[in-house]
Nanobody, 121 residues
């Protein structure tokens, strides 16, 4: 059974940092892209960041560029999202995803359960 287990979410003050982790099990995802989406209250789920299978190429939505960094450890089958300089508008449920590149987003074949990130002002 494929499972994506997320951790690292929580409450943080504006300007603070959080590091999200997503550990995959059930199969190896070395040949696939991994990424993150988020969904804020009352909004549609939006793409945040992705990293290619080799961990070299990355892509971010404009609102998180520079502040967020995505990385992966294929030996651990894990993807990370380092979030710095957090803003209240970053508050959302963050979802780990695995799939393939799709234009400026990621076509997700697998999803994590989501982890809450709340940024207070």
């Amino acid at each position: 059974q494929v499972q994506l287990v997320e951790s690292g979410g929580g409450l943080v003050q504006a300007g603070g940092s959080l590091r999200l982790s997503c550990a995959a099990s059930g199969r190896t995802f070395r040949s696939l892209s991994m990424g993150w989406f988020r969904q804020a209250p009352g909004k549609e789920r939006e793409f945040v960041a992705r990293v290619n299978s080799g961990g070299v190429s990355t892509y971010y939505t404009d609102s998180v560029k520079v502040r967020f960094t995505i990385s992966r450890d294929n030996a651990k089958n894990t993807v990370y999202l380092q979030m710095n300089s957090l803003k209240p508008e970053d508050t959302a449920v963050y979802y780990c995803a695995v799939g393939s590149w799709d234009g400026r987003s990621l076509r997700a074949d697998y999803w994590g359960q989501g982890t809450q990130v709340t940024v207070s002002s």
